[in-house]
């Protein structure tokens, strides 16, 4: 249940998703990268991020057994859903973006996926919306 998620709650703020390789100058977000591995062909310069919280990206076993088929979004946001409340590395570092975001107005997370619909920046996202 999404309201898990909000024991600590989360003030009124913006909280956008985008590409990392899109490069939008949000410079008045904090940026924070949401993936697990480094995105190919970005340098740490050029990501400008002010947080790489891969700790809360999806396990390898679940990003590789969802592969960013949109047929099977469904059952992956439950998954990572259920791995941000089971998991403890990932429940910590969630913890972490809800207190970054309780700090700031806007906050930018970045990932790398092509798929801009079915990745795990937009269950973040909404978790953090509701």
């Known amino acids: 249940m999404l309201t898990e998620f909000h024991k600590k709650g989360v003030h009124k703020m913006t909280v956008d998703i985008g590409r990392i390789y899109d490069n939008k100058d949000n410079t008045d977000a904090i ?4 993936d697990r591995v480094w995105p190919r062909g970005i340098s740490k310069r050029t990501a400008n991020l002010d947080y790489w919280l891969k700790d809360i990206a999806p396990s390898t076993e679940l990003r590789q057994w969802f592969q960013h088929d949109p047929k099977l979004y469904g059952a992956f946001k439950e998954k990572y859903e259920k791995e941000l409340r089971d998991n403890e ?3 910590e570092a ?3 973006l809800k207190d970054i975001v309780n700090q700031h107005n806007h906050v930018l997370l970045l990932y790398a996926a092509k798929d801009t619909e079915h990745n795990q920046a937009v269950v973040l996202q909404q978790l953090l919306n509701t």
Not at 31 to 34: G, K
């Open 31 to 34: 940026r924070i990268l949401v």
């Open 89 to 91: 590395t990932q429940k």
């Open 94 to 96: 969630f913890e972490k």
